[in-house]
């Protein structure tokens, strides 16, 4: 089973802050997302990345940034934290094999900025 | 540019009863993969089912099928039979099949599902 492992459950932040948000896949998938997740909005995307080095924005990724070193790993970085950027994060990732291949989720970030 | 549309942000059905949820889409492409992920209390998002948009036949997984309409793009799902563990948040999704797109999956807002005992 695919596996998408997110290294917090929750996080607290001040305003300001520089937060990184990682997330690490181990199934040597291509796609990597980073969507986040508000009630009433469903999933937005942030940005993507489709392979190593490479990224592409989502339809929201204002005041956020991400790098992709390794294909296992791709981070999600708010460069200055406010306080709308509360939210719960989802990191996802995919085989770029078709549009059959579903999106595999890590367990969400659940991030307080205050 | 694709859109996908649930409008029903919640719905509650009695314990073995059966449920459908809907969802509509807006594509102009004619070949691509629409999908159900659900997301129960504890927050990781799972597969439910998916459906190629070139086949005719409705896709089944156990109690869950979907009802495929693709001249009126719509796409519900149905759930028999309906547990207690199916109370969660069901997301309906469109991906392009198309290559050199982008690998975006465009999502609906989300139906909560409520299960009475």
């Known amino acids: 089973d695919v596996k998408v492992t997110q290294s917090s459950r929750y996080l607290v932040k001040r305003t300001g802050e520089k937060v990184f948000l990682e997330c690490v896949q181990d199934?040597?998938?291509?796609?990597m997302f980073w969507y986040r997740q508000d009630p009433g909005l469903g999933l937005r995307l942030i940005y993507f990345?489709?392979?190593?080095?490479?990224?592409e924005k989502g339809d929201i990724p204002e005041g956020y940034s991400v790098s992709r070193e390794k294909k296992e790993r791709f981070s999600l970085i708010l460069e200055s934290a406010s306080t709308n950027q509360t939210s719960m994060y989802l990191c996802?990732?995919?085989?770029?094999?078709?549009?059959?291949?579903?999106?595999?989720f890590g367990n969400g970030t659940r991030l307080t900025v205050t | 540019a694709q859109t996908v549309t649930q409008s029903q942000p919640e719905m509650s059905v009695q314990e073995a009863e059966t449920v459908t949820l809907s969802c509509t889409y807006d594509?102009?492409?004619?070949?691509?993969?629409l999908f159900w992920y659900k997301q129960p209390p504890s927050r990781q998002m799972i597969l439910v089912i998916r459906?190629?948009?070139?086949?005719?036949q409705n896709a089944t997984e156990n109690r869950f099928s979907v009802n495929f309409q693709k001249a009126a793009k719509s796409f519900s799902l149905k759930i028999s039979d309906s547990q207690l563990g199916d109370a969660a948040m069901y997301f309906c999704?469109?991906?392009?099949?198309?290559?050199?797109?982008?690998?975006?999956?465009?999502f609906g807002k989300g139906t909560r599902l409520h299960i009475l005992p």
């Open positions: 996802a990732s995919s085989s770029r094999q078709g549009g059959h291949s579903p999106l595999h």
């Open positions: 999704a469109y991906r392009s099949d198309y290559m050199n797109r982008d690998d975006k999956i465009i």
């Open positions: 459906q190629e948009a070139y086949k005719q």
């Open positions: 594509t102009s492409e004619s070949d691509y993969y």
């Open positions: 199934m040597d998938h291509e796609n």
């Open positions: 990345s489709y392979d190593v080095k490479m990224k």
